[in-house]
């Protein structure tokens, strides 16, 4: 029905940016919303930001200021861009899709590391 592709992941040094990307394919006939959840090693899954078809968008204490969360308006994609990255950022980050229902990515790797 709906795939989720996550693409962006990989290491950076702490300070750096990093752009997440989600792109949705199949029979999408109403966006709803699409968003960020991460999971960080020996810790819960957890809301990253999310962004909701009337435009609205939530984020974590955590990342205010720091990530900014973004949609294509030609195709059900969604950006992730990180900025000011800590090594607590660290996580695997899960791209998450609600149209008919709900979809999951399979997640991508991001690292914060020197």
């Known amino acids: 029905q709906v795939q989720l592709v996550e693409s962006g992941g990989g290491l950076v040094q702490p300070g750096g940016s990093l752009r997440l990307s989600c792109a949705a394919s199949?029979?999408?006939?109403?966006?709803?919303?699409m968003g960020w959840y991460r999971q960080a090693p020996g810790k819960q899954r957890e809301l990253v930001t999310l962004?909701?078809?009337?435009?609205?968008?939530n984020y974590a204490d955590s990342v205010k200021g720091r990530f900014t969360i973004s949609r294509d308006n030609d195709k059900n994609t969604v950006h992730l861009q990180m900025n000011s990255l800590k090594p607590e950022d660290t996580a695997v980050y899960y791209c998450?899709?609600?149209?008919?229902?709900?979809?999951w990515g399979k997640g991508t790797l991001v690292t914060v590391s020197s």
């Open positions: 998450r899709a609600i149209f008919d229902m709900e979809y």
């Open positions: 199949g029979s999408i006939f109403s966006f709803n919303a």
């Open positions: 962004l909701t078809n009337s435009g609205s968008t």
